[in-house]
């Protein structure tokens, strides 16, 4: 169980004040998460005290930069259960980690006539770098679809991977509704057939633990500021044989080891993958927040979202007749996200109302346009939640919608 209360000390902005003295109550960890004062301190300690290029200096500074720098690379190795730091290439995001694939491993071996197969809740990062390889490459893309009640249809998956499939692109947890997918069933498939495994972890890796070892998958993405992490650093794990064997994405600066004017060889593995100045700081910021993950153990983590999904769901039961609430009905299986819409309120609408409550929400597509469209409706109402969330915030966002209902029953609001 998580000391909740203990947490929240531990996050300077959960105490702040909006519009006069609202409490902020943030439902929107699915988007970004808070982050925690050891990691924000990480920041202003590489900045005051050792900040310096790595990999470059033989001076004191840039030596410590290195270490701290490397260090969090292991760290991040060892929080997923990766073979080795050599495993892990640091990014921006999950987006790019999904594009330095599409860019480098797919241009190899997606050929005219092969397959890549994605779910019909890809996040638009884990889908339009995948059409434009389609595109490219003459192969098709297919779609796993998904059932009445919002978890993946396996139904037809033993046609959907057959031995036309190269790739199997699959996001682990939905941004939008939630609905957690068996990746480590999909991958067994999909090697059965020699095909490649790609998870995009971007909403898993922050709330659940995630082994690569177990799903075996040959790349996972995510983001660090989804994970108490800072913005613009991410990671991308790839297996170490097939990261062998990949050519480089970016070129210039740190990723080479001897250039002529001619031609050039390439740097070991993985800086090969880093071309230019890093991340330095958001690396290391990355690290302490994993250390931060570690101390409270991912297991508690998952258990706390899913504590607090089941306490929404049954909060929400005054709500059903009002609102249609997407997602599997089992909160394990769904842990975390709360998406709903109600047929005569705009979901911008009301996040506008709960805002001047002082409630966050998550308004719009969530960047999985053709999953919304599918459902029927122009967007959702996205409640998400995170290791410092409590049911009292639930409970004040169930009045909150309760309220906001109330208004725009008296006809003040727009319809959608
Ligand atoms: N995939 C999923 C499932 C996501 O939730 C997100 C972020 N909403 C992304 C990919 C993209 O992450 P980023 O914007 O950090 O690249």
Redesign the pocket.
Known sequence: MLDVEKIREDFPVLSKKVYGDLPLIWLDS??TSQKPRSMIQSIVDYYEGYNANVHRGVHALSIESTAAFEDARQKVADFINAESSECIIWTR????SINLVANTWAQENIKAGDEILVTAME?H??LVPWQKVARDKDATLRIIPITEDHSLDLSEIDSLINPRTKLVAV?HK??SIGTVIPVKELAAKARAVGAAVLV?G??SVPHMPVDVADIDCDFLAF?G??MLGPTGI?VLYVKPDVLERMEPFLRGGEMVLEVSYEDASWNSLPWRFEAGTPNIAGAIGLGVAVDYLNGLGMENVRDHDVQLTKYALDAFKELEEELEIFGPKDPAARAGIISFHHPDVHPHDLGTVLDRRGIAIRTGHH?TMPLIKSLGIPATARASFYLYNTNEEVDALVDAIKEALRYFGNGVGTSG
């Open positions: 699915a988007a995001n999950t987006t790019e996040h990062s884990n996001v939905s941004n995009d971007a909403q983001s500021h989804k991410g960047c």
